[in-house]
């Protein structure tokens, strides 16, 4: 079993800033991806930002010089730190980590609204 805590979602308004984590427990070994995905309502869950074996990380075209997505190997957590946030950034937000065998967190929910 491989258990998610999600935290720091929540409601912010335009301009603001919010850190998500994600820590990973469980029987889950050698995690070889940590990312953030994204799911608006009636659009396709899409990749926010991924971090591979520890330290190359990749962004969505969108998020780029807003978001930064960092890992602590030793509390199997990965965090999201998202600046500047807008309107469009509203989702619910999904930790996904793969060994290579792919789990998915619960999701928390992000609203930018003013």
């Known amino acids: 079993q491989v258990q998610f805590v999600e935290s720091g979602g929540g409601l912010v308004q335009p301009g603001g800033s919010l850190r998500l984590s994600c820590a990973v427990s469980?029987?889950?070994?050698?995690?070889?991806?940590m990312g953030w995905y994204r799911q608006a309502p009636g659009k396709q869950r899409e990749l926010v930002a991924i971090?591979?074996?520890?330290?190359?990380?990749n962004y969505a075209d969108s998020v780029k010089g807003r978001f930064t997505i960092s890992r602590d190997t030793a509390k199997n957590t990965v965090y999201l730190q998202m600046n500047s946030l807008k309107p469009e950034d509203t989702a619910v937000y999904y930790c996904?980590?793969?060994?290579?065998?792919?789990?998915w967190g619960q999701g928390t929910q992000v609203t930018v609204s003013s």
């Open positions: 996904r980590i793969s060994n290579p065998k792919v789990y």
């Open positions: 469980g029987s889950i070994f050698s995690i070889l991806t």
């Open positions: 971090i591979i074996s520890g330290s190359t990380t």
